[in-house]
């Protein structure tokens, strides 16, 4: 029973609502944090390697029953709880996971036929929400300039339900440079633009088997879109054609339309 917020066995959970600590540590120390018993369960059959466990009393049926017998489950109470990681913790179960080593791109393009490429995503949110898009609709794996959010931060991770556990995903860099090297594994690029002047992405779906082998989707970030550079470096650029003066999507509701249009299911 952890009774004192300081207990060192906890430190892993600490300050869980400061995002420039947890964008600092977690990398850092190899490990991140799975919240729920739904997430902490597809993490650990996803084959991570957990730390240890907090948990409410309440809640203690939400540690998995596969969890291994070595782990130390540390149980406190709501305000013990909620001093340690600096919210309610409504889920009652948090994991502190052991990272895997970083995926290399080329390892990935090595089998991957549908890639989504994301540029600059910064919200943990929309990169949860695009990582299961990726892992429902059919793509096989998901690859992020130097500057996305971190896929396994809690929010992203809860967001996509454990499913960024499902999609391989690796860092492109330089970039956009390294754009180069998946029109070199032979991907055809396609850059996602409101502009009017791009091809309905509808067109090229329609037409897939006509689209070589392997396609590779670009992503920009909320509010700029694609970088100039990004969009260059694409073989073609499609949109989503909208209606009712509305020029353009939140890119992780975009995602899910173009990974249903484009995934292999």
């Known amino acids: ?10 430190d892993d959970f600490v300050a869980l609502t400061d995002v420039a600590l947890r964008r600092r540590r977690e990398p850092a ?23 240890s466990v907090l948990v409410a009393p309440a809640r203690l049926a939400a540690v998995p029953a596969d969890l ?20 309610e913790v409504h889920r009652g179960a948090l994991a502190s996971m052991c990272r895997r080593p970083p995926r290399s791109p080329a390892d990935l393009l090595a089998t ?14 929309n990169l949860g929400a695009i ?17 996305c959010a971190d896929p396994l931060y809690r929010r992203s991770v809860r967001v996509s339900m454990g499913e960024v556990f499902a999609v391989p995903y690796a860092r492109l860099d330089p970039w956009p440079a390294a754009l180069a090297d998946l029109r070199t594994a032979g991907f055809d ?26 396609v590779a989707l670009l ?28 020029d353009s999507l939140n890119v992780a509701a975009t995602a899910a339309i173009a990974c249903y249009l484009l995934g292999q299911r």
């Open 1 to 10: 029973m952890i009774d004192d917020a300081a207990d060192p066995r906890v």
């Open 29 to 51: 120390d190899g490990l991140f944090i799975a919240e729920g018993e739904r997430v902490i369960g597809r993490a650990l059959r996803a084959g991570y390697r957990p730390r």
């Open 68 to 87: 291994p017998a070595d782990v130390p489950v540390y149980v406190a109470g709501p305000d013990v709880l909620a001093a340690i990681t600096g919210f």
């Open 112 to 125: 991957a036929r549908r890639v989504l490429v994301c540029e600059d995503i910064v919200s943990h949110t």
């Open 131 to 147: 990582f299961r898009s990726a892992a429902g609709l059919g793509m096989d794996s998901v690859l992020l300039s130097p500057r």
């Open 189 to 214: 690029l396609l850059a996602l633009t409101p502009a009017a002047d791009a091809d309905d992405l509808a067109t090229y779906a329609a037409r897939l088997v006509d689209l070589p082998a392997r």
């Open 219 to 246: 992503l920009g970030t909320e509010g700029p879109g694609l970088s100039a550079p990004a969009q260059a470096a694409a073989s073609a650029r499609v949109r989503i054609p909208m209606a009712h003066g509305v």
